[in-house]
């Protein structure tokens, strides 16, 4: 199995300042044929189910605002929220789909300092 | 656009069996490959199983190997998810979620609302 290891578990950030997540993988995501990285970016907010943000690793879902950014490839991924706002308090976890079974990272706990 | 609802909580007992149901709407089943993915409470999600592409059939995530079963009803547009011989670990919301297509591997990008299982004697 691939494992996914997010750090950190948890961060305070202030508000308008960049909050930074980073997800490693035990295996590479990145499927050589057509150069794409099986990597998602899930945001989940208490009682509710998770939410896709970013797939392919850096391609953002219709509807995500463009402070979400996720970039990497291979093994070494990050989610960068660059101007933190109130509503961006959840729980984010990384997934990759490259294989099965299709895991998630243990997620990383972000908050308002 | 896809909408997936599932069916209500669960209370059972240890041993015993539950059935998930998770309706689909705004696409057929045969379009898309559905997934099951739990979360124990104040925990992490845990991927149960779902449609794999490549292999063309559903894949279980080998922790659940023998206990569960993952099955589909295109006459009715619904989903379903059986775990059998529950202990009180098996406490959870689990969810249904969707990827588009069963030609190639896509990622998750439609969640149900989740239901919860509570597993108590």
């Known amino acids: 199995d691939i494992v996914m290891t997010q750090s950190p578990d948890s961060l305070a950030v202030s508000l308008g300042e960049r909050a930074t997540i980073n997800c490693k993988s035990s295996?590479?995501?990145?499927?050589?044929?057509?150069?794409?990285?099986?990597l998602a970016w899930y945001q989940q907010k208490p009682g509710q189910p998770p939410k896709l943000l970013i797939y392919?690793?850096?391609t953002r879902e219709s509807g995500v605002p463009a402070r979400f950014r996720g970039s990497g490839s291979g093994t070494d991924f990050t989610l960068t929220i660059s101007s933190l706002q109130a509503e961006d308090v959840a729980v984010y976890y990384c997934q990759q789909y490259y294989n099965t079974p299709r895991t998630f990272g243990q997620g990383t706990k972000v908050e308002i300092k | 656009q896809v909408q997936l609802v599932q069916s209500g909580a669960e209370v059972k007992k240890p041993g015993a069996s539950v059935k998930v149901s998770c309706q689909v709407s705004?696409?057929?089943?045969?379009?898309?490959?559905m997934h099951w993915v739990r979360q124990a409470p104040g925990k992490g999600l845990e991927w149960m199983g779902g449609?794999?592409?490549?292999?063309?059939?559903?894949i279980y995530a080998q922790k659940f190997h023998g206990r569960v079963t993952m099955t589909e009803d295109t006459s009715i547009e619904t989903a379903y998810m059986e775990l059998s011989s529950l202990r009180s670990e098996d406490t959870a919301v689990y969810y249904c979620s969707t990827a588009i297509g069963r030609a190639a591997t896509n990622p998750m990008d439609v969640w149900g609302q989740g239901t919860t299982v509570t597993v108590s004697s």
């Open positions: 449609f794999h592409p490549p292999d063309g059939e559903t």
């Open positions: 392919w690793a850096s």
């Open positions: 295996q590479t995501v990145l499927y050589s044929s057509n150069s794409k990285n099986y």
């Open positions: 705004g696409y057929t089943l045969t379009e898309l490959s």
